[in-house]
């Protein structure tokens, strides 16, 4: 500075000012310098991240690298290279050269390389996408593979099984086949006998299932259910105990964590035998037919005709007039319809008896069985005509759920929600209405070895699964609207279920239910005899009425 007052003499307000001026500069250029370095280690970061993640897509997509994706590679190195070279962090004896060097790059240098970061991460990002896809892809190949090898070493673990015994037969050893091997036979048969109820459409090369092993149409929630250790546990059990399943600690743990699919429709009619011991006709060969001879006269015939077709609509068994299930269903209604003259036939009751001949493998006899297994197990008039046992169960549901989500009741008293709405077609139908397959095999299995308590203990669990999502709907057609599908919602699966109902809701004592079965009986009983008491002196009235208009 005293250089520049010989020439130029300033005053000290002037060199005071020309000093902030030197050091906002000097900032300006340190801050510039610490951007570019900044800028390059981003650079060298990315251009290193691609090389590894081009390697790992080689690996994925089997060697075959995409020319665009070759041409990029080649495109980054060129434009990094005068930056690989050199070091993030410069030595103390060129510090001065670097800074001088930095000081000479040009703004819109700096812009261009910006320009270039931002698209190799936008490229980085669609690149690290299709990565994860293929991966996930890779996994669950790879989860179907196992399923697929366990399932096919159970069966040919079967097969030994019987090719022994055959054996035996063969070189006189035994004379006959054992009940359990009969069984594991009968199953092996009715595996291949599945496939005659699946409709197989072929485009083309590809074979597309539109329905599963029940007729039912596949969905995005629709699954065929993987071997799992519990499928051994049952083949273990079967082996042990025979067919018989009766009632045990071990059966219902088993039962509880699911019933595999070739034992279920042998597990069901064990529960149904079981359930129809002492009814009327069991044990009377013959009998099922007799019904059905004397059926046709009845009062149910044209109501049963009018609901064949909209029993179960997305089940290939009973879709048309023509479906193998339809004449079947036919013949188990109107049969029950003359076996219980009581009830005779009440809407639900076509849905039930479709479901069962769907899993029984469409015998009738045994679905009809089934419908009066159901009607045992289920409190009385249930569906009878005033379906009184049916209204005091959502009494006491509307009580439970008082008790156990007061949030949810809440909510729907807020818009004047009646429940019975929502859950009434779940119990009418155990659960075959609006509820996805899975899980109304679930509900089956249990209902037919534990009891009508699964009414309660499932309905519940659907609730508890979607509390949160309950309280957020805004009105009450936003909740008539959400709960129309909530049996169908992702989270409806068998394990989310049956987790909260066998564990989150114990200890569920039956002892409860029953006493407000009882007071709700009553009371609905009550309330039902006054509309009857209402009714008759209306129509006196009108004849009365009628009597002294004739008379004037």
Same mark, same amino acid.
């Given at each position: *500075? ?19 001026? =030197? ?5 300006? =250029? ?32 089997? %060697? ?31 510090? !001065?050269? @670097? ?12 812009? @261009? ?32 593979? $196992? ?10 673990? $079967? ?36 496939? @005659? ?44 105990? %025979?067919?018989?399943?009766? !009632? ?7 039962? =509880? ?10 597990? &069901? ?16 060969? %013959?009998?099922?037919? #007799? ?28 879709? *048309? ?15 029950? #319809? ?9 809407? %639900? ?19 009809? &069985? ?10 009385? $008039? ?21 008790? !156990? ?38 509900? &089956? ?66 002892? /409860?239910?029953?006493?407000? /079965?009882?007071? $709700? ?23 009365? #009425? ?7």
């Amino acid at each position: *500075s005293s250089g520049i007052n010989a020439e130029w003499p300033l005053r000290p307000g002037e060199i005071l000012q020309l000093q902030k001026l =030197r050091e906002a500069d000097e900032n300006h =250029r340190q801050k510039q310098l610490l951007n570019y370095e900044d800028l390059k280690a981003r650079h060298l970061k990315l251009s290193i991240n691609y090389r590894i993640m081009m390697k790992e897509f080689d690996t994925f997509v089997g %060697g075959a690298i995409p020319q665009d994706s070759i041409d990029f590679i080649g495109r980054i190195e060129t434009e990094t290279a005068p930056y690989l070279s050199e070091e993030l962090a410069p030595s103390s004896s060129n510090k !001065k050269e @670097d800074v001088v060097q930095e000081e000479m790059v040009p703004r819109s240098k700096l812009d @261009d390389k910006e320009d270039v970061i931002r698209s190799y991460i936008a490229q980085n990002k669609l690149l690290e996408d299709e990565i994860l896809q293929i991966n996930n892809l890779r996994q669950e190949e790879r989860k179907r593979h $196992h399923e697929a090898t366990a399932e096919l070493a159970k069966v040919n673990s $079967h097969y030994m099984l019987l090719l022994r015994e055959i054996n035996k037969l063969r070189t006189g050893a035994q004379t006959s086949i054992s009940s359990d091997l009969q069984e594991i036979a009968a199953a092996l048969i009715d595996q291949v006998k599945d496939e @005659d109820l699946l409709n197989v459409q072929k485009v083309g090369n590809d074979i597309t299932l539109r329905y599963d092993r029940y007729g039912f149409e596949i969905t995005k929630l629709s699954k065929l259910s993987p071997t799992t250790n519990n499928d051994v546990n049952w083949d273990k059990y079967v082996l042990q105990y %025979g067919n018989g399943l009766e !009632k045990s600690k071990d059966l219902k743990a088993l039962v =509880r964590q699911g019933v595999p699919y070739r034992y279920r429709s042998t597990f &069901w009619r064990s529960c149904i035998d079981r359930a129809t011991r002492s009814c009327e006709g069991r044990d009377m060969p %013959g009998y099922y037919k #007799s019904l059905l001879a004397k059926a046709n006269s009845n009062l149910f015939v044209k109501q049963i005709e009018l609901d064949l077709m909209r029993t179960l609509p997305n089940n290939c068994l009973f879709n *048309s007039q023509a479906a193998t299930g339809v004449d079947k269903l036919r013949n188990v209604l109107l049969a029950f #319809s003359r076996y219980n003259v009581e009830i005779g036939y009440c809407q %639900g009751l076509n849905r039930i008896a479709a479901f069962a001949l769907a899993v029984l493998n469409l015998k009738e006899e045994d679905a009809f &069985w089934a419908v009066v297994a159901i009607s045992v197990i289920l409190p009385q $008039h249930y569906y009878t005509q005033t379906m009184v046992g049916a209204q005091t169960d959502q009494r006491v549901l509307n009580d439970i759920m008082s008790d !156990k989500y007061p949030k949810i009741m809440s909510h729907f008293n807020q818009f004047n929600i009646d429940l019975s709405l929502i859950t009434f077609n779940w119990f009418l139908t155990l659960y075959v209405d609006n509820t996805n397959t899975e899980l109304v095999l679930a509900f &089956w299995d249990s209902f037919l070895y534990e009891g009508d308590k699964m009414l309660f203990r499932f309905a519940l669990s659907i609730f508890r699964l979607h509390h949160d999502a309950l309280l957020e709907t805004k009105d009450g057609i936003d909740v008539y609207n959400f709960c129309r599908q909530i049996g169908e919602s992702p989270l409806c699966t068998p394990e989310n279920v049956k987790r909260i109902a066998f564990a989150e809701l114990n200890p569920f004592p039956m002892k /409860r239910v029953r006493e407000r /079965r009882e007071f $709700h009986y009553k009371k609905v009983l009550g309330e039902l005899n006054m509309l009857e008491q209402m009714r008759e002196s209306y129509i006196a009235e009108k004849r009365q #009425s009628a009597l002294e208009y004739d008379s004037d």
